[in-house]
């Protein structure tokens, strides 16, 4: 409770940042949008109506129909869930695997310190894109292989800010104090190292959702990731790929889509940041 | 009766290529505290002071040497012995704003020590953390506030209040004044005398501000370049 009211704090110093509200606006109503799918969209995204395909957006079909007579705008909502799910579970378990590393790594030093670093290494040596594709290509396409193929590649980022913070903060004297009471290792970790920590970490996974997003879309879009007929952004845009120069539309609604998610995270992520960062330090001493 | 005494206490760092380079930052050091009384430690910053202070309270592992507390040799403590040693020794740091867990309440910052040695039960801890904050003087309503909000001379109140849970027979005051105003600096130092003759608490007191050592000190060690180099 008492790290949450903090953030509430920031929440409310970010309706002050205009970026950041607008983007936190959008990821709101993106995440209604999710929720509510089935009751907002006018038509089944699986129906399909050969006699209609390939419509130009109009009344009934607010976005026009795909090669198969499907209503897009109804698919792109359904595809708001994919994308929104695979981006909040690739960062919730890279921050929570990212973080522990990262704090087990900075407070440990040594051997351990070690072994952690050159495993991140090894990862960020492979451009992110590329090692994602590997994995799924390994593992072949589905919903949970792309989750896994971006968490793999999604933790270090989190492991190193993590560990920078934490060797900052081993340093100071609530933690020499904190063992000095005699505290168990883990306690510390905890208590003491995890809380400073937050909001940075934050930040890192606001800006994050967005590029697992954009990741998965992309996977997808090479046929790697999620398979039609599922109603997915990427895989959306690479069906309309070969009827874009008669009916663009199958290829730009999704493309916006992606765009707005992705810039709704980053404006957010953002206007976090510059609340944040600039003051990480006192952020750290004095956590306001 | 010699509450803690250490022996040819000596910490070596090695650094360098191949760590050839030693730095002797403790060398050979011997000290005796008696019940109840205060030992003063001066000398330059960086001459060692702060290190035989974490070594005592085995937050750093000497080189060489022997800390005996209470007729029992304590260099080599580990696990459960280690972890009982906490209350009996603690340790009161210089800057009393990083002291404190900036994200901790000084509700719970005050029960931290009690909680983990699991020495109160859950309903009784606000009647304790009452009888604490009053030989502190401390205001109750500071308790549900975050450290940032409060001085530095209410901080190192704080400081002396979750470490008195835990009834501490030694305190190590690790120049404990020196970023705090004249006023307040006296307020604290008086606490620490009436704390003092109350409870029969022995000081390490390291400072290298001489007035406040002699004020506070029944006896005082002059600390050099790792070694002892003069008795008052």
């Given amino acids: ?288 | 009766m010699t509450l803690l005494s250490i022996k040819n206490l000596k910490k070596y760092y090695f650094c360098g290529l191949f760590n050839k380079k030693e730095i002797r930052a403790v060398d050979g050091v011997d000290l005796e505290i008696k019940s109840g009384r205060t030992l003063g430690l001066v000398g330059n910053s960086g001459c060692g002071k702060t290190t035989v202070a974490k070594i005592i309270l085995r937050l750093i592992e000497p080189t060489d040497g022997r800390i005996i507390f209470k007729e029992k040799d304590i260099t080599k403590l580990r696990g459960r012995e280690l972890k009982n040693l906490g209350q009996e020794m603690q340790i009161i740091f210089q800057n009393p704003e990083t002291s404190l867990n900036p994200r901790m309440k000084i509700y719970d910052a005050i029960l931290e020590p009690l909680r983990i040695h699991k020495l109160c039960s859950t309903d009784k801890e606000y009647e304790k953390i009452l009888k604490l904050i009053e030989i502190v003087n401390l205001n109750q309503e500071l308790l549900f506030r975050y450290p940032h909000e409060l001085s530095g001379g209410q901080l190192q109140r704080v400081v002396i209040a979750r470490i008195l849970s835990l009834n501490p027979k030694f305190i190590v005051a690790d120049e404990v004044t020196s970023m705090l105003d004249p006023l307040v600096q006296a307020q604290i130092l008086n606490l620490m005398k009436d704390l003092q003759e109350k409870l029969g608490i022995s000081y390490l007191f390291i400072s290298h501000d001489m007035d406040v050592v002699e004020w506070m000190s029944d006896e005082i060690a002059v600390m050099d370049e790792g070694k002892i180099v003069d008795w008052k």
């Fill in chain 1, 1 to 288: 409770m008492k790290i949450l009211n903090n953030e509430i704090n920031i929440l409310k110093e970010a309706g002050n940042n205009r970026m950041a509200a607008i983007g936190g606006a959008i990821v709101i109503m993106l995440t209604l949008i999710a929720i509510l799918a089935s009751l907002l969209s006018p038509h089944d995204p699986f129906e399909q109506k050969l006699e209609n395909r390939l419509l130009n957006p109009c009344f009934e079909y607010p976005f026009g129909t795909d090669d198969l007579g499907r209503c897009i705008f109804s698919r792109l909502i359904f595809g708001t869930r994919y994308s929104l799910a695979i981006g909040v579970t690739v960062v919730g378990i890279t921050a929570l695997v990212g973080t522990s590393l990262g704090i087990v790594s900075g407070y440990s030093r040594g051997i351990i310190d070690e072994i952690i670093m050159r495993i991140v290494d090894i990862v960020l040596a492979f451009p992110g894109i590329i090692l994602a594709l590997v994995i799924a290509g390994i593992l072949g396409p589905s919903f949970l292989n792309v989750v896994i193929a971006l968490s793999l590649t999604h933790w270090p980022a989190y492991t190193r800010l993590v560990r920078g913070l934490t060797l900052t903060l081993r340093e100071m004297d609530f933690i020499e104090g904190a063992k000095a009471l005699r505290a168990s290792n883990i306690y510390i970790m905890r208590r003491h190292i995890l809380p400073n920590c937050i909001n940075p970490i934050i930040v890192l996974a606001t800006l994050d959702i967005a590029h697992a997003i954009i990741f998965a879309t992309a996977l997808s879009f090479l046929g790697l990731g999620i398979q039609p007929p599922t109603p997915e952004w990427g895989s959306m845009l690479k069906a309309g790929i070969p009827y874009f120069r008669i009916s663009p539309h199958l290829t730009f609604f999704p493309g916006t889509a992606i765009m707005v998610t992705v810039l709704a995270f980053n404006f957010l992520g953002d206007g976090l940041r510059d609340m944040i960062d600039p003051k990480i330090n006192e952020n750290i001493l004095v956590s306001e």
